[in-house]
């Protein structure tokens, strides 16, 4: 026993009568390993996977160092500590359906842990992990129970004696240190790479006097497992081999909330300082009883308590690292699961922003992320709320009908999901065919994906439910290759083609294309130069036919070509961009000898980058007689086009950045950059950009060009990039473990920082200009903006300029001219149409400044107009004034004013006007409060003039019929109208002169 390690660990011991809060234990922790230990304190990954599609959130310690185990990269430090969020919901590890009803399941949990990447190995981790537990934090030596890996005859591995004997010399007796099988003892990370023994150590809580033994590993909550450390010291490869590590890793865990739990003295996690105070929340928000600690049914009080307690943990931790609902219907469900308990239980709703509050205060202290998007988690959170209450409202009744016959349905996560009852009546169409096999089709799952809309989880509820096997990750993997050849605009068939293709270069150990060199370019004078490069053919693919290098594999070796034909030529090194990261691929040109070979499209599939376009020089039949396999070659890209590229993407980073600056909450769901136009989707749940801050944006994007500052770009690995502050990831994207690229645009107001695959300019100023092309949406939470920048931008800005000094030059035309408002309406439609005609071409922001100043001169000639009418009119009915009474007959329908405005105009005494036009007649009377009386008001004054024109009588709806009445547009004819309206008007006038009273 290595007598000088012992002395160390001892001299750490901490006394037992410390009272243990969860901060101190974390710290202890992590103080221990770093302090005493000189390991190197790594902080949290997000529980968001950065390499690993395979997982939807990072649901162990060693995740982040994944990438160390499978030596893609070195490790940061030899010796590492620390503690990792980790998410439990899905798969292999899914703790969601026993939250709330046991005392220490978690959807959300921190791993403490110790690493070392080929530093000390087991004698060293299995001291520290024992001093740690036993001298510092006080547990007694005879409640441990330790476990190692006890061999496997099939693999030939042999029982590891090694560890066996380090416990035992440690002092663990030896009828606590028990032999287990692969099952429990050894760890790998999937079907193949590294992997190994692991010994664990448990602890019975109750600290039996006699044996405990025969309990251990069996499922008994008060023996449990409390520390798991991996000696990583073999690979399993592919056949199913294992074979021994040059190098040898620990890899540790412990679960933190057990470890709490156990020093505080409690019996359940819930009973900590770790969820008390989000009990004391909910009691105080939702007026409850308070939390008592009690396990009974799914509906009691308690359960409740720990189902949001928990829940609003993960919820908060996986928003606050980059999580979005709708790529992650897990997330979701468990935030809908959230809103119905706090409903069903307490009778609450919008409880979630509230302990969102309290997560930030017990957890930002080591988590600091949860205390700076605190803002943007609440207001992700409020918009699932009212998204989830709205589709409640108004879907699912159908739905409800069918679960009464099949509870099962119940189940289903994603019930308001728009297609789910047109998915579930088509599957029920089909089922019976589908027992037969007992399997759900991948057409199948296709159509339910595609033309339904159900995500991969609904998905495989339904086939559960339907007793149908369904191969989730396969759906995934061609649900993938269907949209990247929606993305590369490669049919199915083509795509079926291409795959095969590339299985025959690996299968003949074709060396992958090098295409660093897209990333060689230089700014020389007033422009990017990118130097062209020598290649060398290595096949080449025509007619549906691919040509090797080894030619007993070639196909179609004797090929014959014409000059519509495409060719694509995969090179092993090229300096074209392929289309990646939303950036369209590089055109350029292939010198072959004395061919000239035009590219059109390029595409990277598994690391060979094929070059698709056409000869222009060739007459010839026999393709092999003038380009082979293994010709030099010389590549040059389009300039002016990548040039562009690079300036679009440049200024898709400052958008997304100022974006993010603007809005509460935003996400980018996609990005298309072009050579002249760049376009941005992104949720914003809910938020949307007024005119003000769109203006903003694109003030600050020019301020970022004005400063002419760098933009820097630097390649890092995972753990790299890990170690990085304030770096922008898109959701759901998976990135690989080396040659990360990360850009980074600095200023005082405004901080870019993406990883990207992209290619960018060298400095802001190189972008010229930018503008906005235009915005819309789709939805309540999903909108796209599409800009401009360089050249085109300032050719947009002054098509623009031309419009404003068009609309300009109109309004000073007003100040002098008098327009009738008909040929102003002409003349701005006409406007109107120019601008709506140049679309894109004309800035965003210059088109609805434009066009709402062609909306308020219109309305300013339509006033004058109306004025101008109003007035003249006035003065005729004045023209025909009595003494007491107006009774006048207008010939020409008013253009703007209503017969309710002329009568208004003379409020003060009774007035009768009619409107003789095209052969119909109206008519409308008022008549003041003070003069209205049973003989004369304005129901009897208009009755005089129905019964002369046989019409109706129009109640106004709102309006005393005393005092306001109207008669309905009567057709009357050429010939008798003249006769009836005086008629009319001189019994209107004598009813009036005579039973009016006179003051």
């Not at 130097?531 to 096949?539: G, M, R």
């Not at 002409?826 to 601008?835: A, Q, R, V």
């Amino acid at each position: 026993m290595n007598v000088t390690l012992l002395n160390r660990l001892y001299s750490s011991n901490t006394s037992n009568s410390i009272k243990w809060n969860s901060r101190l234990i974390r710290n202890e922790f992590l103080n221990y390993f770093k302090d005493n230990l000189e390991h190197t304190f790594i902080r949290s990954s997000p529980v968001t996977p950065l390499n690993d599609s395979s997982i939807p959130f990072v649901n162990a310690g060693m995740n982040q160092f994944k990438g160390i185990f499978l030596n893609y990269y070195d490790p940061p430090a030899t010796k590492v500590t620390n503690s990792q969020k980790c998410i439990r919901i899905s798969g292999k590890h899914n703790d969601l359906s026993i939250v709330g009803n046991d005392t220490y399941h978690h959807t959300f949990f921190e791993m403490l842990g110790n690493w070392s990447f080929g530093d000390y190995f087991k004698e060293e981790a299995c001291l520290y992990a024992w001093n740690l537990l036993t001298k510092h934090y006080g547990i007694k030596e005879s409640s441990l129970y330790v476990t190692y890996f006890g061999g496997n005859k099939q693999l030939a591995l042999e029982p590891d004696l090694e560890c066996r004997d380090i416990w035992l010399n440690i002092g663990v007796t030896k009828d606590k240190v028990l032999p287990f099988n692969i099952q429990d003892n050894f760890w790998e990370m999937g079907v193949c790479g590294p992997c190994g023994p692991c010994t664990e150590i448990h602890i019975d809580h109750k600290n039996h006097v006699s044996s405990q033994s025969m309990r251990v590993n069996r499922g008994y909550s008060d023996l449990t497992e409390l520390w798991n450390i991996v000696f990583i010291q073999y690979e399993r490869l592919m056949d199913g081999t294992i074979i021994p590590l040059s190098k040898h890793h620990v890899d540790t865990g412990m679960g933190f909330e057990r470890l709490v739990a156990l020093l505080q003295g409690k019996s359940s996690n819930y009973d900590t300082d770790l969820f008390k105070p989000l009990f004391e929340t909910i009691q105080k928000y939702t007026k409850a009883p308070g939390y008592t600690g009690q396990f009974f049914n799914d509906n009691d009080i308690d359960n409740g308590y720990r189902i949001i307690a928990d829940h609003s943990r993960m919820i908060t931790v996986a928003l606050a690292d980059g999580m979005i609902p709708e790529e992650n219907p897990k997330l979701r469900k468990i935030i809908r699961k959230v809103i119905d308990t706090s409903e069903k239980i307490f009778k609450t709703e919008n409880i979630l922003p509230e302990l969102s509050y309290t997560v930030a205060d017990t957890l930002g202290d080591v988590y600091p992320e949860l205390q700076t998007s605190l803002k943007k988690v609440q207001k992700i959170v409020e918009f699932e709320e009212d998204l989830f209450k709205r589709l409640r409202k108004n879907s699912g009744k159908e739905w409800k009908k069918i679960i009464e016959n099949r509870p099962e349905l119940a189940s289903v996560t994603d019930w308001m999901a728009p297609g789910l009852l047109n998915a579930y009546k088509y599957l029920q169409t089909i089922v019976k065919d589908l027992k037969a096999t007992k399997t759900l089709p991948g057409n199948v799952a296709f159509k339910l994906y595609d033309t339904y809309g159900l995500n991969a989880e609904t998905i495989t509820e339904l086939a559960e439910i339907e007793s149908l096997q369904f191969d989730k990750e396969i759906f995934q993997n061609e649900l993938q290759n269907v949209k990247y050849q929606s993305k590369m605009g490669v049919d199915k068939s083509t795509d079926i083609v291409l795959k095969r293709f590339i299985n025959l270069l690996e299968k003949n150990d074709v060396a992958e294309t090098d295409d660093t060199f897209k990333y060689e370019y230089v700014f020389v004078g007033n422009n990017y130069e990118f130097p062209p490069i020598e290649s060398k053919i290595v096949a080449i693919i025509v007619n549906d036919n691919l040509i090797l290098n080894n030619t007993s594999n070639a196909i179609n070796k004797k090929i014959t070509l014409n000059k519509k034909d495409e060719i694509g030529i995969i090179l092993d090194k090229t300096n074209c961009y392929s289309l990646e990261g939303g950036q369209a691929s590089d055109h350029g040109t292939v010198f072959i000898n004395d061919l000239i070979f035009d590219i059109n499209n390029v595409q990277k599939r598994n690391g060979y980058v094929i070059h698709f376009g056409k000869l222009v020089n060739v007459d010839c039949k026999d393709l092999n007689t003038k380009m082979k396999i293994g010709d030099n070659c010389m590549v040059s890209i389009n300039s002016d086009r990548r040039k562009g590229l690079m300036q679009h993407h440049t200024a898709a980073h400052l958008l997304n950045a100022t974006m993010k600056q603007t809005l509460q909450a935003v996400y980018s769901r996609n990005s298309v950059i072009l050579p002249h136009t760049l376009r941005y989707q992104f949720i914003s749940f809910g938020d949307k950009l007024s005119f003000e801050q769109i203006e903003q944006i694109e003030k600050s994007i020019n301020d970022v060009i004005e400063a002419n500052v760098f933009v820097r770009t630097k390649m890092l690995n995972s753990s790299e990039l890990l170690a990085e502050d304030f770096v922008t990831l898109t959701p759901g994207e998976v990135y690989p473990y080396t040659d990360i690229q990360v850009v980074e645009i600095d200023t005082t107001d405004l901080k870019s920082k993406e990883a990207c695959c992209g290619t960018h300019i060298h400095k802001t100023g190189m972008l010229e200009h930018f503008c906005f092309l235009n915005y819309h949406s789709k939805g309540v939470a999903n909108f796209t903006v599409k800009g401009a920048v360089g050249k085109f931008a300032r050719s947009v800005r002054m098509t623009g300029e031309n419009m404003q000094q068009k609309i300009l030059n109109l309004k000073n035309k007003l100040k002098y001219e008098k327009f009738e408002y008909e040929t102003f309406q002409s003349m701005s439609k006409k406007i109107i149409n120019e601008i709506n005609d140049l679309n894109e071409k004309v800035p965003y922001l210059i088109k609805i400044e434009c066009l709402k100043q062609i909306e308020d001169l219109n309305k300013d000639v339509w006033i004058q107009a109306k004025e101008a009418e109003k007035s003249a009119i006035i003065l005729e009915v004045k023209d025909r004034q009595s003494d007491f009474f107006i009774v006048h007959c207008l010939y020409n329908n008013p253009a703007y004013i209503s017969l309710q405005e002329i009568t208004s105009s003379f409020s003060n005494i009774p007035t009768l006007i009619m409107i003789c036009y095209n052969g119909t007649i109206k008519a409308r009377c008022s008549v003041p409060q003070e003069v209205a009386c049973n003989t004369f008001n304005a129901q009897t004054w208009m009755k005089i003039i129905l019964e002369i024109f046989n019409a109706e009588y129009v109640p106004v709806k709102g309006s005393n019929p005393l005092l306001v009445a109207n008669m309905k547009s009567t057709n009357v004819s050429n010939l008798s109208s003249e006769d009836l309206l005086l008629n009319a008007i001189n019994a209107a006038k004598k009813f009036a002169s005579t039973s009016i009273k006179r003051v």
